[in-house]
């Protein structure tokens, strides 16, 4: 083994814990270094207190006992999913004829861990059961001996079944007593560790390892959190500060032009969302750097309107504009919405056009030889002013005369290699401006989006009409029949239906657009098995539809991602025209499809969306003036987690509500997207909602350090964190959002 001298963060654990401890460490957490096994930090704390015998618990009080387990019974619930896990212990300190038991609700990790001559300290709420002690879901921590039991907090930690947290326990003592305190060099500024009252590194360490209370513990987690906090805000700060130093075109606009034009041919009045965003976004086009705009707003609150104002601004200034769509259906979509707005202003070139009209084109992977030709032509000759298009648009032979403003459409879809090949081909740094319908709460946004600037819209337009909200228990028959008579009724009147399932077909394994399945947790796990069918496919659902006879005379299509370009687009039009009543399809219509007529969305399986993805969909109907409704199906137990989840997607219509509470729910890897960087920087400890206040006060003292004299050279071991924590694909995270 490595003399302790030699000891950093970065000595390999196989010289601290052997060649066999260090392999199972890696097999179970892939940690290779004593840094990355020290960054495994607890995810609560079990409070121990003072330990008491079994024949002197206080019923209705909190006690800790040391315990040896005599027997363990499982038996099924027959009320409800799942199962109960009894657990007979004898006294450890005190008689051991001092019998108690114990019970856990679907008590998967108990089972594992609480064998018959095992010993543990629990700790829980003493409650009496038919005339017995009893302790309902205790804490517990296994021991060898009795006399293990340390008054000290336990800390409980992400674990596996070979590697529990006994011996997680045991491999960070190992660890932390062979380590020296200097490895762990701290580069927080004193200043700022002493104005957030955060103890330095090596001592938070030690403290959320081993705290001897469970503030101590907590208090390190703060220390953690917030240096999370800082080190992402010091990374936005400074690019924030770069963007400013860039030359920019400025681009005010013209009087009497195509903007001025636009705005007198509408036969609507803006929303007050609508008219501050504008405003917000025509104050950055004039700016001599580049405008970097997030602009977010509900379901429907008319974003591409307010695209569409600030591209005719960058046309009338002379300069050209793109709009990036990640799908084809809504690159379509866009195009059609853009050139339906402008009308005659859209038609540029076109015999009898208004002399101030620009041409629309757009440019998707599907395009034929001749009208990509044509299509790339208007682009690099300057005659199209708006070019709306797929990743097409990011091919070499596209080309302007002068890219003023590109706008991206559900920007996270794009990585940060794509957005840049689009900034490329503008001579000097264009103007961005990032669109996003699904609604962000504020400390999302100052964490992700630190570096752009935030337009909100809230207001919906007139004419946009309620949706109502509902879900059907499927494993009731009589809500069977009732879903499908009502969508034969919505088609009867006349109005269209959507019906969304989250799989194409049986034999897909990863379905285009497809959101990711709902882990099941440890506690509903079997619950999830009983009697709940496979998940509903587009197939499926087709052949239902088509073979029922009340929709014999009903033209009903699919839409998947699977489909070819001709065929995605034969079936869009038949909705959008009118041809066809029912569109079965997956999350492909998730955002920007908008069809005035539809009026029914109906979710398969809702429990498979996360509540972002449910709202987005609900936003499809209701958009044309008449009543919409959303129908969200689940073959789930009333008392499931996820029905929760989608009770809340019931009971409110306000999207930012709905994202917090979604934001609560999942792990902030699944909301950042560091997760899915392949990251070994992603958050670990900081919580988004959790954490708002440290965030925001992370965010000042990063710009301190950054606008200050000497900026961020001034603190040479601060900035060589920020570097190796900001890695290429945290780098890549923070350009994508």
């Keep these: 083994m490595t003399d302790d001298q030699d000891f950093t963060s970065n000595t390999p654990l196989d010289s601290v814990l052997g060649v066999a401890s260090a392999r199972k460490v890696e097999t179970a957490f892939g940690y290779t270094t004593v840094g990355q096994l020290l960054g495994h930090f607890p995810r609560r704390y079990m409070e121990i207190g003072e330990l008491s015998k079994i024949s002197e618990l206080p019923v209705g009080e909190d006690a800790t006992i040391v315990a040896e387990v005599k027997s363990v019974n499982q038996r099924r619930m027959h009320s409800r999913s799942g199962f109960l896990l009894e657990v007979v212990v004898s006294d450890a300190l005190g008689p051991e004829q001092s019998i108690l038991r114990m019970t856990f609700f679907n008590g998967y990790e108990a089972k594992r861990d609480l064998q018959v001559g095992s010993t543990a300290m629990f700790s829980g709420k003493v409650t009496i059961y038919r005339n017995h002690l009893e302790l309902t879901h205790p804490e517990y921590s296994l021991l060898d001996t009795a006399e293990e039991a340390d008054p000290r907090p336990i800390p409980i930690y992400p674990a596996t079944a070979k590697f529990p947290n006994k011996k997680i326990r045991e491999t960070m003592d190992l660890v932390l007593s062979r380590v020296r305190p200097e490895i762990f060099e701290e580069f927080i500024p004193k200043q700022v560790l002493e104005s957030q009252r955060i103890p330095c590194r090596a001592t938070a360490f030690e403290n ?78 004039v700016r001599g750097h580049p405008m970097n705009r997030l602009l977010q707003g509900e379901v429907g609150s008319g974003k591409t309107l307010v695209a569409l104002r600030a591209m005719l601004q960058v046309i009338d200034s002379g300069g050209q504009t793109a709009l990036l769509a990640p799908t084809e259906v809504l690159a379509q979509q866009h195009y059609q919405s853009i050139k339906k707005l402008l009308g005659s202003l859209g038609a540029g070139g076109e015999l009898g056009s208004d002399p101030r009209a620009t041409r629309v084109d757009v440019l998707t992977g599907s395009a034929g030889t001749a009208e990509r030709k044509r299509v790339l032509l208007g682009a690099a000759s300057g005659e199209t002013g708006i070019l709306v298009g797929t990743h097409a648009l990011l091919s070499e032979a596209v080309g302007f005369v002068d890219l003023g403003l590109v706008v991206v459409d559900e920007q996270h879809r794009f990585g940060v290699e794509q957005r840049d090949v689009l900034r490329s081909k503008a001579d000097t740094p264009p103007h961005m401006l990032v669109m996003t319908a699904t609604p962000i709460p504020r400390t999302v946004a100052m964490t992700v989006f630190g570096d752009l600037e935030v337009s909100l819209m809230k207001t919906l337009p007139q004419g946009r009409a309620p949706i109502a909200t509902h879900l059907v228990p499927l494993q009731v028959p009589r809500m069977q029949e009732r879903l499908f008579a009502r969508i034969a009724e919505e088609t009867a009147k006349g109005h269209q239906v959507y019906v969304v399932c989250p799989r194409i077909s049986e034999k897909a394994v990863e379905d285009d657009f497809l959101p990711m399945p709902v882990e099941p947790g440890a506690n509903d796990a079997s619950s999830d098995a009983i009697a709940k069918p496979a998940s509903m496919t587009v197939e499926k659902m087709l052949d239902i539809l088509t073979t029922m006879p009340i929709f014999a005379n009903t033209n009903i299509r699919a839409l998947h991602g699977r489909m070819a370009s001709d065929e995605k687009a034969e079936a869009m039009t038949a909705f959008d025209s009118g041809r066809a009543s029912i569109l079965i399809s997956t999350t492909v219509i998730e955002v920007g499809v908008d069809v005035h007529n539809a009026t029914l969305m109906v979710i398969i399986d809702a429990e498979n969306f996360g509540i972002s993805q449910l709202h987005q969909l609900r936003g499809r109907v209701g958009r044309g003036g008449l009543p919409g409704t959303c129908l969200m199906t689940t073959w789930l137990d009333a008392e499931h987690p996820s029905v929760v989840r989608l009770r809340a997607v019931e009971s409110t219509t306000d999207g930012f509500l709905l994202a917090e509470s979604d934001l609560n729910e999942r792990r902030e890897g699944d909301i950042l997207g560091a997760s899915q960087s392949g990251s070994r920087s992603t958050l670990k400890v900081l919580r988004v909602m959790k954490d708002a206040k440290l965030i925001a006060r992370a965010r000042d003292a990063a710009e301190a350090i950054v606008d200050g004299g000497g900026g961020l050279g001034s603190y040479p071991g601060l900035q060589a964190a920020v570097e190796e924590w900001v890695d290429e694909d945290m780098q890549a995270f923070l350009e994508r959002g």
Excluded: C, W
């Excluded at 469970?214 to 770069?242: D, M």
């Excluded at 009497?256 to 917000?280: I, K, Y």
């Design 208 to 285: 959320i390892h081993r705290p001897q209370t469970v503030a101590q513990g907590y208090a390190a987690r703060k220390r953690f959190a917030f240096e999370e906090a800082f080190l992402l805000q010091l990374a936005l700060a400074q690019r924030r500060a770069h963007r400013m130093q860039q030359p920019a075109i400025a681009r005010p606009g013209a009087p009497a032009g195509l903007l001025e034009a636009f705005d007198n041919s509408l036969p609507f009045t803006l929303t007050d969302g609508q008219v501050l965003a504008g405003m917000e976004i025509a104050d950055d086009l």
